[in-house]
């Protein structure tokens, strides 16, 4: 069964924290991506990876950054949380046309 | 205009009715997914379809290219077919643009 695996559901954090969301793909894709999804705006793009050590920035990158040290890894930093980046994220990796999404992270941030 | 648009955007239904949600799109693409959502829950790719029809139990998904759009029907509809339902689409060499999504709500 083809996976990705985002290493929280849930998590609260305090204002001005530095938060990482971890997501991990078990298909040797190379492209991934980090979504956020919030209500009346559905899913947003934030930053895509294409290859390892490779980044670009999406619509809405502002407080946020990735980094991509392994082709199976895609982290998402949040430099320092604010109550504005409450919301859902969502990983995803894809190989051509096929793409395959992770479960979701639910980050409060108070 | 968006890129993507879905109908209905909300949709309430009987248990055993029959669903269609309706996808348009205005870039050219290859290929098209639906996708599913449950409340609190990740998002689960339903089809990838780049011409005619394909079926998956009680879910079926069509296409058409040159008309720019596709449909989602669900026949025998269940209340665990609640989700939201997107339809996403890749235009050519890109990312994806998803559509804002059809809240489906199936009564018992």
């Known amino acids: 069964d083809v996976k990705v695996t985002q290493s929280s559901r849930y998590l609260v954090k305090r204002t001005g924290e530095k938060v990482f969301l971890e997501c991990v793909q078990d298909?040797?894709?190379?492209?991934m991506f980090w979504y956020r999804q919030d209500p009346g705006l559905g899913l947003r793009l934030i930053y895509f990876?294409?290859?390892?050590?490779?980044?670009e920035k999406g619509d809405i990158p502002e407080g946020y950054s990735v980094s991509r040290e392994k082709k199976e890894r895609f982290s998402l930093i949040l430099e320092s949380a604010s109550t504005n980046q409450t919301s859902m994220y969502l990983c995803?990796?894809?190989?051509?046309?096929?793409?395959?999404f992770g479960q979701g992270t639910r980050l409060t941030v108070v | 205009k968006n890129e993507v648009e879905q109908s209905p955007q909300n949709l309430t239904a009987q248990e055993g009715e029959f669903i269609t949600i309706n996808c348009s799109y205005s870039?050219?693409?290859?290929?098209l997914h639906w996708l599913q959502q449950h409340p609190g829950g990740g998002i689960v790719s339903l089809f990838m379809?780049?011409?005619g029809k394909k079926k998956h139990g009680r879910l079926i998904a069509t296409i058409n290219i040159q008309e720019k759009h596709s449909s989602l029907h669900i026949t025998a509809s269940h209340p665990r077919d609640s989700a939201v339902y997107i339809c996403?689409?890749?235009?050519?060499?890109?990312?994806?643009?998803f559509g804002p999504g059809t809240r489906l709500s199936v009564l018992p």
């Open positions: 995803a990796s894809r190989q051509d046309l096929r793409a395959f």
């Open positions: 298909m040797d894709h190379e492209n």
């Open positions: 990876s294409y290859d390892v050590k490779m980044k």
């Open positions: 870039v050219g693409i290859s290929a």
């Open positions: 379809l780049s011409s």
């Open positions: 996403a689409v890749p235009p050519y060499g890109q990312n994806f643009v």
